[in-house]
């Protein structure tokens, strides 16, 4: 049985694939569309650079990949230079294929002598210490070396904001400059932290936000999840109920499923089983997440260590417990910790500066969801608790996933018109941004579960809600809504007095176009299944499985 091949076992991202080899043919053919590539750390960004680098490797244009982490300058401009070189010869089928740059320079000399002279200077600028001079002549480099080949370019610049540790002035404004003028070089930018990077394509590169297309890459979504432990588990049996609940327990992030699809492997393999249940899973959890020396909860140990240095570690980590413990709101975090709602604000946003916490109206969350789940029953317990009894906490934690497990099972076994009104039992008036879009969902004083008859013998799931400004109407499909369901829809909205202040569609597979058009027509809301988990998200509930 072979383990998990990270590298070269890609899974999904396939539309976003398909959108960066457009903008690559489209290069050249003359259309040139930069793009910047926006996601957390972790979620596979740089696995879909080389995936599309792998798969566009026999077109007849050069990739350069430039990964800028935690690099220096002498780093950046050495393998700027190298990674073109070596590109060029290795296409060309030019030997000898060395790493060393004078070798390098040696053996495309006679083809690119301009590049090779640009290449030359940019190393003598920087052994002495001339950065400046040679960032300019960096940026330079691509339009010399498509001038002599006569080819595109693919410049792919990894955590492009940190161009700003090389202490170079105005380095987005240089690079801004070059990439306008250089009509035969796409630059796709990467980063993992989405908030400071529009702010540097929105102020920094200004003359160029509108040159950019944004694609902002998340976690997978349920299906998506559901898809990726298939895939990793080709060969091994498990019951649905189990894919789901790791699908929800992950968050859906691509890396925690990966790692623990590992785990679960190699257990299946000690135990001789050809198929996972439910004790496996458990012990895979305990092992990635609970033990100290768990991959994932060494990850996160790293990850809160990074964030709580300083006078105010203690604080912070406060803060994240309050936060998975269920206190969202300021007030509530200030009650919970008995401090200052200024003190609170202060590391609040420390945490959403460091793209941890994100708000959601005057809702905060632990945007990783395994993160929160860690935090709560290890990092906490951890903080708090003394194990005078060896492995006494160890099997709490066991008991607890196994609670997780059945608990999820219930509330799976619920239809969605009950999921829906559980959930509306917690609207608190507030305001939320659901997929783009902001929603106030009031208090409800009466909540109903209904059936409403559209049609000739036809019913739907409905639920009934009054609160102070009025009553809502809220009709629940799985399947798709068409436009002849709207109609008996509408047509029995008309029939109700008094009528809805607010009537929402609740659709699992969304409405098909004509519905939609008319449903926003008629000024009802629709959420659908991305927004109905993004609910579930804010109010610490379990996604809706179909």
Known sequence: MNLIDFDHNFYGRRGVLEILKKRVMG???????????????????????????????????????????????????????????????????????????????????????????????????????????????????????????????????????????????????????????????LYIVASSNPQQSQTILSEKLSLLFGNFETINLDVFNFSEAQGLIDHNLEGIKMGLHLKNFIADFTGGHPLYINLLCQELICLSGVYSQQEIYAPIVTQAIENVIFNPWGVISRHFELQINTLTTGKSAGLAQRVLGALAEGKHKISDLSESLKLKAAQVNSRINALQDSNIVERNGNYYHIKDKLLSYWIKYVHSRRLRVIDLEMGRSRKQFKDEISRALNDFGMVARKDLCARVADLMHKFDNESFVLCGRRYKLSTFKDIKVLKLRIGAGNYFDAISADSQEGGWLVVLKKDPVHDTDLSGIL?????????????????????????????????????DEDQLNCLMHLFDEPIIVR
Not at 493 to 501: E, S, V
Not at 503 to 509: A, D, E, F, P, Q
Request: proline letters at 4%.
């Open 27 to 185: 290069l050249k053919e003359g259309y040139r569309q930069n793009v910047a590539l926006l996601g957390n750390r972790y979620i596979g960004k740089t696995a879909l650079l080389h995936r599309l680098m792998a798969q566009m490797e026999d077109q007849d244009v050069f990739f350069i990949y430039l990964d800028l982490e935690d690099r220096d300058f002498d780093h950046f401009a050495t393998q700027f230079t190298k990674s073109l070189l070596y590109n060029y010869l290795k296409k060309e089928n030019l030997p000898p294929l060395q790493e060393d740059l004078k070798l390098l320079c040696i053996a495309a000399k006679e083809r690119l002598p301009r590049t090779v002279f640009l290449v030359q200077a940019i190393a003598d600028l920087a052994a002495q210490g001339k950065v400046l001079e040679a960032y300019h002549m960096i940026l330079s480099l691509p339009e010399v070396f498509t001038q002599e080949t006569g080819r595109s370019v693919v410049l792919i610049f990894d955590e492009f904001g940190h161009l700003e540790n090389f202490n170079i002035p105005e380095v987005f404004a240089e690079l801004g400059k070059r990439i306008m003028t250089q009509k035969n070089c």
């Open 491 to 527: 047509e029995e909205i008309k029939k109700l007095d008094p009528k809805p202040l607010r009537s929402v569609i609740v659709s699992l597979s969304g409405l098909d176009e004509n519905a939609k058009v008319r449903a926003l027509q008629e000024k009802l809301w629709i959420w």
